[in-house]
């Protein structure tokens, strides 16, 4: 593999584009750094791998803690939730995918300006689509969840915990954005700090929310809830002191103040990128509610076994989709940086360290299945239930992985519309059609045959694509 070599800045007060922006030790455009590409990937690399981590890791937590000191029927009423939580941040996902898109770009240009209004066009759109969802999410919580076939006896416990969740999305989109457009301008170190803020919060308070320490009041199934809600809090209220105090561009100060306010001619350009990407994370979140209601079907024990090999599938995801993030924002640094030329570069970068990093986990699970399904059920039979279900599709989350890194680098040009749609195509022509087919013939394994299938699909299309349409194409800064 070819690498590249660069030098300029460095990201020292001295460097260029630092005087221009004011920040203090957040790095300039890394894209840009004077060491070979595959260390500039593992610097920016591991802190968001870290980061994504623990994102989730509040939640397992919360899974741990409900599934062992409430049982098996207090996960499947978390486990109900899952999907539905994911289709509402769907569009939030996407839009801080196109936010981080744009303000790499425009920090590669060293365009402070234009990253501060890109970021506060965003913020400003999540807020207000936050206080949708709490309004309307929670006023219809129970038939919500009543409609996916959510288990009878498991319903009541769901809707307590999906209703606070629900509620609390404005805030929860903050958070999320804020970490994702930090990360656009090199910054990966603070959303890493941000997010164990609010995991080392939410691996105290839960316990206690449960078993009621220290006079606290105990909530059962909500404890998880409330501790989601009061750890985003609080380390979000930490964050803007942080930026603040580094003096970084999207620290919460009267400038950017000024710009939290909806800029037409930037809205539409974070939407072009972000709304297909928004869209097909609905398709996804859509079809995992098709998928869900299969296996509800199935009985709370398959609920239950859903939810916990989820748990593992997402840590095991999480280089992957670290990694095409990653691809993303270097190629938008590059673009903005005028040096299109490294995205090759990047795209193979990419590719080998999916390979190795994702390869890695997917090899350690299927060696610790068995302690890593015990680690979320009690029950004998689940367990065999959701380790079976892991073996039958953990492998295929490399080539997900391959399929992901390339519709990143081409994300990063701006080019998301024809990669979207080829992934919609392989959701819903794919995916929910070989497992309601495949579940009709071979039971519940049948639904997991389905994710191996479609992202071998995904790959093979999004490659054809790439090296076909893509790479013949005229790659410019979008604004």
């Given at each position: 593999?070819?690498?590249?070599?660069?030098?300029t800045?460095?990201?020292?007060s001295?460097?260029?584009g630092?005087?221009q922006?004011g920040?203090?030790?957040?790095?300039?455009?890394?894209?840009n750094?004077?060491?070979?590409?595959w260390k500039v990937?593992?610097?920016?690399?591991?802190?968001?791998?870290?980061?994504?981590?623990?994102?989730?890791?509040?939640?397992?937590?919360?899974n741990?803690?409900?599934?062992?000191m409430?049982?098996?029927g207090?996960?499947a009423?978390?486990?109900s939730f899952?999907?539905v939580?994911?289709?509402?941040?769907?569009?939030?996902?996407?839009?801080?995918?196109?936010?981080?898109?744009?303000i790499?770009?425009?920090?590669?240009?060293r365009?402070?300006?234009?990253?501060?209004?890109?970021?506060?066009?965003?913020l400003?759109?999540g807020?207000?689509?936050g206080?949708v969802i709490a309004?309307?999410?929670?006023?219809?919580?129970?038939?919500?969840?009543?409609?996916?076939?959510?288990?009878?006896?498991?319903?009541?416990?769901?809707t307590?915990?999906?209703?606070i969740?629900?509620?609390?999305?404005?805030?929860?989109?903050?958070?999320?954005?804020?970490?994702a457009?930090?990360?656009?301008?090199?910054d990966?170190?603070?959303p890493?700090?941000?997010l164990?803020i609010?995991?080392?919060?939410g691996?105290?308070?839960?316990?206690?929310?449960i078993?009621?320490?220290?006079?606290?009041?105990?909530?059962?199934?909500a404890?998880?809830a409330?501790?989601?809600v009061?750890?985003?809090?609080?380390?979000?209220?930490w964050?803007g002191?942080?930026?603040?105090?580094r003096?970084s561009?999207?620290?919460?100060d009267a400038?950017?103040?000024?710009?939290?306010?909806?800029?037409?001619?930037?809205?539409?350009?974070?939407?072009r990128?972000?709304?297909?990407?928004?869209?097909?994370?609905?398709?996804?979140?859509?079809?995992?509610?098709v998928l869900?209601?299969?296996?509800?079907?199935?009985?709370?024990?398959?609920?239950?076994?859903?939810?916990a090999v989820?748990?593992?599938?997402?840590?095991?995801q999480?280089?992957?989709?670290?990694i095409?993030?990653?691809?993303?924002i270097?190629?938008a640094?590059a673009?903005g940086?005028?040096?299109?030329?490294?995205l090759g570069?990047?795209?193979k970068?990419?590719l080998?360290?999916n390979?190795?990093?994702t390869?890695?986990?997917?090899?350690?699970?299927?060696?610790?299945?068995r302690p890593?399904?015990?680690?979320?059920?009690?029950?004998?039979?689940?367990?065999?239930?959701?380790?079976?279900?892991l073996?039958?599709?953990?492998?295929?989350?490399?080539?997900?992985g391959?399929?992901?890194?390339?519709?990143?680098i081409?994300?990063?040009?701006?080019?998301?519309?024809?990669?979207?749609?080829?992934?919609?195509?392989?959701?819903?022509?794919?995916?929910?059609?070989?497992?309601?087919v495949?579940?009709?013939?071979?039971?519940?394994?049948?639904?997991w045959?389905a994710?191996?299938?479609?992202f071998g699909?995904?790959?093979?299309?999004?490659t054809?694509?790439?090296q076909?349409?893509?790479?013949k194409k005229s790659?410019?800064?979008?604004?």
């Amino acid at each position: 593999m070819r690498t590249t070599t660069e030098t300029t800045g460095t990201g020292s007060s001295n460097s260029p584009g630092a005087g221009q922006s004011g920040l203090q030790g957040v790095p300039v455009s890394p894209v840009n750094a004077p060491r070979p590409l595959w260390k500039v990937f593992l610097f920016f690399l591991a802190p968001m791998l870290l980061s994504n981590i623990l994102q989730s890791l509040s939640g397992t937590l919360n899974n741990v803690y409900v599934g062992q000191m409430l049982g098996v029927g207090a996960l499947a009423a978390v486990s109900s939730f899952f999907p539905v939580m994911f289709f509402f941040i769907a569009f939030i996902i996407g839009l801080g995918a196109g936010a981080s898109v744009l303000i790499g770009q425009a920090w590669g240009a060293r365009d402070v300006a234009k990253a501060k209004a890109v970021a506060g066009t965003t913020l400003t759109v999540g807020v207000l689509m936050g206080l949708v969802i709490a309004v309307f999410g929670g006023a219809f919580t129970t038939p919500m969840l009543a409609a996916l076939g959510t288990p009878p006896d498991v319903l009541a416990d769901s809707t307590r915990y999906a209703r606070i969740m629900l509620i609390a999305m404005p805030g929860v989109f903050i958070f999320l954005l804020a970490t994702a457009m930090l990360r656009g301008v090199g910054d990966t170190v603070t959303p890493l700090l941000t997010l164990l803020i609010s995991t080392l919060i939410g691996l105290v308070v839960t316990p206690a929310l449960i078993r009621g320490w220290g006079g606290l009041p105990q909530l059962g199934v909500a404890s998880g809830a409330w501790a989601s809600v009061l750890s985003f809090a609080v380390a979000t209220t930490w964050l803007g002191f942080r930026l603040r105090q580094r003096k970084s561009p999207l620290a919460p100060d009267a400038e950017f103040m000024r710009n939290l306010r909806i800029q037409p001619h930037l809205l539409k350009a974070v939407l072009r990128i972000g709304v297909p990407t928004g869209v097909q994370m609905i398709v996804v979140a859509l079809a995992e509610v098709v998928l869900l209601s299969m296996v509800n079907g199935f009985g709370s024990n398959a609920t239950a076994a859903y939810g916990a090999v989820n748990q593992v599938v997402a840590y095991v995801q999480f280089p992957a989709i670290s990694i095409a993030i990653t691809a993303s924002i270097l190629g938008a640094q590059a673009i903005g940086a005028g040096r299109a030329n490294r995205l090759g570069a990047i795209a193979k970068t990419a590719l080998l360290m999916n390979l190795v990093l994702t390869g890695g986990l997917v090899l350690l699970g299927y060696l610790f299945s068995r302690p890593l399904m015990g680690f979320f059920i009690t029950s004998a039979p689940v367990i065999e239930i959701a380790q079976t279900l892991l073996h039958i599709m953990l492998w295929s989350l490399v080539v997900f992985g391959m399929a992901s890194a390339l519709s990143g680098i081409m994300r990063a040009s701006g080019s998301v519309l024809v990669p979207t749609l080829i992934s919609i195509f392989c959701i819903l022509g794919v995916e929910v059609p070989v497992a309601w087919v495949m579940s009709h013939r071979i039971g519940l394994d049948g639904v997991w045959v389905a994710y191996p299938v479609t992202f071998g699909a995904m790959l093979l299309l999004q490659t054809a694509y790439y090296q076909l349409v893509w790479r013949k194409k005229s790659i410019h800064r979008l604004v």
